[in-house]
């Protein structure tokens, strides 16, 4: 399952991450992705490819994922719809109950209502109302 806006889970796990940092004109690219081992001391539930008896060639699966990565790229140069719509269907349901953590250290509580057509997330919150997220760590309730 996919979370927002960047972290693969497996039975509510985390199975790796990308990191994204902007450097004037560029984005910086770092992919994690737990092969053999994960960690045990985190503030979330985490695993490895190994924990499910999988047990990739890590220069493989860096070849794989780079190739697959460059097709996807070229998809959303061409739109994000693509990109959007195959994300939401690896996603938690719609209606899933997150926290967002912010830059400002504030926190946000709501349920899942999708991605807007820029790929934002959309917070349902108590109120009725929606929240378009731009950037925050991001959290299953």
Not at 42 to 53: C, E, I, N, P
Not at 74 to 79: E, I, M, Q, V
Not at 86 to 100: E, M, Q
């Amino acid at each position: 399952m996919l979370k927002w806006p960047n972290d693969v889970l497996i039975d509510g796990a985390k199975l790796s991450g990308i990191l994204l940092e902007r450097v004037g004109d560029a984005v910086i690219l770092g992919f994690g992705v737990n092969l053999a081992h994960h960690p045990e001391d985190l503030d979330r539930k985490a695993t490895s490819l190994a924990t499910h008896g999988v047990t990739p060639d890590p220069q493989l699966f860096a070849e794989t994922l780079a190739e697959s990565f460059a097709r996807w790229v070229s998809r959303w140069r061409d739109g994000i719809a693509p990109v959007r719509e195959r994300w939401l269907v690896r996603a938690h349901p719609i209606g899933t109950a997150l926290t967002a953590r912010l830059a400002d250290g504030s926190s946000i509580d709501g349920l899942f209502g999708g991605l807007d057509s820029e790929g934002a997330l959309i917070l349902r919150l108590a109120d009725g109302t929606s929240r378009v997220i731009h950037a925050a760590d991001v959290f299953l309730l």
